[in-house]
Each structure stands twice: as C-alpha cells, then as structure tokens.
C-alpha cells in the first residue's frame, strides 16, 4: 500500500498546518496501517515539534516556505500590493479616527473605516505570502462588485459625482493583483505537482 498521502498529512499536521484529510478518516488509517502507526508514534516521540523557537523544525519550514512563496511570484506585483494596501489604510484612517458626521453615524464610519482598513492589512500580509492570494481574492471580487453597484447607484443618484468614486481605484487595482498572483499560483501547484497525482 502506498502511503504517501498518509505520510504527507501527518508531517503536516505534526508541523502545525491545517489538515487536509478528515482526522476520523486519517486516524482509521493509522489503526489499520502498521506503518503509519509506527511513523505517528516516531512523529509524536519527537515532542513539541511545532514549537515556535528560533531553531525549532517548525520555525524552519515555515521560514522555508515563505522563502519558497515569495520567490515563485513577481516582486513587482508584491510591491503593487503593499501600496495598494497601505493606500486602503490611509484613505480609511479618516473615517477611523475622524468620524465626518455629515454622511453617517459615527458608529457606522468606524465600522467602514474598520473594514477597509482590514482589507488593506490583508494585502499587506499577501504580499509578504503570496499564497494566500486565492483566500483574498473572493474578498476582493465581493468589495469590488459593491463598490461598483453603489457607485453607479450613487452616480445615477447624483448624490456622488463620477471623480470621487476615483478614490476606489486602489481596490479595484488590488483585485486585479490578487487575480494575477492567484493564477501564479494555480500554475505553480499545477508544476509542482507529480504526475498522476
């Protein structure tokens, strides 16, 4: 029996990544597998291995892995997100920090200004592991389709002009970055990726 994928997911787990296999149907496995079950005992003798010290196993691949991620993507498009984002940041630090009273609530332009700046810190971390682009990606394809129904509601409106609605320019650049790296790393996985597998 080939137990690769079994291997696989349990080197993963014991370094602190998420499960890809269902843990019921992995631990039937590992109950059924001599193998497995000796690999399990030798992962678990080992202790604490996803302890996060500087000379930890754990601390290494994760090292390894964010050197592997930012190498597999265009510098440039990095760079194009981290302004992206921190443009994001700035422009909701008004409605953060000085609520404009005139257009909503309070409450409301602080829950807005929360959120935009959390967009904006979820590019920033894209930027520093591309990977995690395809997760951003369906945030981004949400905000922009809003922004783009409310601006042409609110341009019909006239309760906004046409060149103010140029201010979201920055999500919708963003979307188009997330959109490129997202595809880098479908093709990425796709040549990574042993035949037949």
Known sequence: MDCTSWVDEMTAIAVGADASIEPALLDSHVRQCPDCREYRRT??????????????????????????????????????????????????APALLFVDTTST????????????????????????????????????QVLVAALALSAIIDVIDRTVSLTTEFLHLPEVLALVVLWMMSRDNASANLESSPVGA
């Open 105 to 140: 609530t309070p409450h409301d332009a602080r829950h807005l200004g929360a959120f935009a700046t959390a967009y904006g810190v979820g590019l920033l971390l894209v930027a520093r592991r591309p990977a995690r682009a395809r997760t951003m990606l369906g945030v981004g």
């Open 43 to 92: 992962l678990e003798g080992r202790g604490p291995i996803t302890a996060m010290g500087p000379g930890t196993l754990a601390a290494s691949v994760r090292r390894a892995a964010v050197r592997e991620d930012q190498s597999r993507h265009d510098t440039i498009l990095r760079y194009a997100l981290v302004l992206f984002g921190l443009q994001i940041i700035v422009l909701a």
